[in-house]
Structure formats: structure tokens, C-alpha cells
């Protein structure tokens, strides 16, 4: 029951270098999300992507990019790191609701610092 | 623009005190409020979804509740392990799910 596998856990950058986190998901979900969570700011979404081929800005997308690979992948690249993208970043994913949204489903982030 | 507001910010009871958890949200557009767990360095992980006034789901200790304007969620007889951060979500359109910032609870012994 793997659900929602985020990698790496952790990372370490400096200011300017890039990097890619990963998601995959194995059930089956057409929507897929990636947040970022501060404190005091609660959780945040960066770029979501309603189907594969798709994808749509969220409440925070400056400095990132995303990629829906195929139905399982959706990947998040950092182009040119700040300190201000310090932060833990979560990907969920749901199944598609008839008039409803359906819950989502988290992996256990990627404690991201840039130095 | 959808807003979702939990209070308090923090609980701390004893073992055994049972409390509600609140959540305020923005009714226009509703498709959806949920329930979720977040443990430190842990994902959220879901609990309940509601979708209409009225609507009760229940795990274990946990009951959560929708009237037309707030969610709570109520503890009965919480134990530690009941200690966690509990976010409320409301769904809108494009299946976008809107976050308030959770209730810290902790459960003395």
C-alpha cells in the first residue's frame, strides 16, 4: 500500500541551484497537487493538474514548474532556487467527483532548505 | 474568495476532557468539507468528508459535524495519542481544496 511516494525527503540546496521533486501515485487518480507548507501559513497550492496532459496554477506558482509525466508521475522543478522556497512540500492526489470533490491523499513531503 | 477559519489555534486538555474543534468556512460553492490528521513530519491524512447540512461521520473518538456555515469536530474522552495537528478543508470548483491553518491538539496524561 505505497498510496502517495514523494522523494527525495530531504534536500539541501544553495540560492540559484535547481532541482526536481518527484511524486507518484498508485491508485489510479486522474487529480494530482503539489502544496507548500509554512508556518503559520498552513498549506498552500502551488500547481495542480486535473488530468493527465493537463495542468493549472494554484494560489502560490511563482518560481516553480510543473510536469504531469503520465497518470502516475507529477513532478515539481524549482528553476532557480531562493530562500524563500525554504518549506515542506507535500503531493496528493484524488479521484475525480461528480459535482463533488473527492478527499485527497498526502505523501510525507520533502523538507526542502535553500541556503 | 474561499476562506477557511479553524479556531482555536491550540488545545491542550487532559486525558478524558472531551472538546470540539471548529471550522468556518465560505458557503458559496461548497462541494465538499473534510477532516484531516497531520502528524509531525508526517502528510495529512484523511479522515471525514461531509457534504451536506446535517451530515455526522464518526471514527473512533472522533465525530465530525456540518451545519450550513462550520464543521467541528468533536473528541470524546481523547487519549495522547489523539495529539496532532487536525486541518479543515472545503472543496470549489476544478476540485480545488482550500486549507485553513488546523487546531494543535495536545492531550495530557
Known amino acids: 500500500n505505497a498510496g502517495v511516494t514523494q522523494t527525495p525527503k530531504f534536500q539541501v540546496l544553495k540560492t540559484g541551484q535547481s532541482m526536481t521533486l518527484q511524486c507518484a501515485q498508485d491508485?489510479?487518480?486522474?487529480?494530482m497537487y503539489w502544496y507548500r507548507q509554512d508556518p503559520g501559513m498552513g498549506l498552500r497550492l502551488i500547481y495542480y493538474?486535473?488530468?493527465?496532459?493537463?495542468?493549472d496554477k494554484g494560489e502560490v506558482p511563482n518560481g516553480y514548474n510543473v510536469s504531469r509525466l503520465n497518470k502516475r508521475e507529477f513532478s515539481l522543478r524549482l528553476e532557480s532556487a531562493a530562500p524563500s522556497q525554504t518549506s515542506v512540500y507535500f503531493c496528493?492526489?484524488?479521484?475525480?467527483?461528480?459535482?463533488?470533490?473527492?478527499?485527497?491523499?498526502f505523501g510525507d513531503g520533502t523538507r526542502l532548505s535553500i541556503l | 474568495e474561499d476562506q477557511v477559519t479553524q479556531s482555536p489555534e491550540a488545545l491542550r486538555l487532559q486525558e478524558g476532557e472531551s472538546s470540539s474543534l471548529n471550522c468556518s468556512y465560505t458557503?458559496?460553492?461548497?462541494?465538499?468539507l473534510f477532516w484531516y490528521r497531520q502528524d509531525p513530519g508526517k502528510g495529512p491524512e484523511f479522515l471525514f468528508t461531509l457534504y451536506s447540512a446535517g451530515e455526522e461521520k464518526e471514527k473512533e473518538r472522533l465525530k465530525a459535524t456540518l451545519t450550513k456555515k462550520e464543521s467541528f469536530l468533536h473528541i470524546t474522552a481523547p487519549k495522547p495519542e489523539d495529539s496532532a495537528t487536525y486541518l479543515c478543508?472545503?472543496?470549489?470548483?476544478?476540485?480545488?481544496?482550500?486549507f485553513g491553518k488546523g487546531t494543535r491538539l495536545h492531550i495530557l496524561p
Open positions: 493538474s486535473a488530468s493527465e496532459g493537463t495542468t
Open positions: 491508485m489510479n487518480h486522474n487529480s
Open positions: 458557503v458559496s460553492g461548497l462541494r465538499g
Open positions: 496528493a492526489s484524488s479521484s475525480r467527483g461528480q459535482g463533488s470533490n473527492q478527499p485527497q491523499h
Open positions: 478543508a472545503r472543496g470549489g470548483i476544478h476540485d480545488k481544496i482550500i
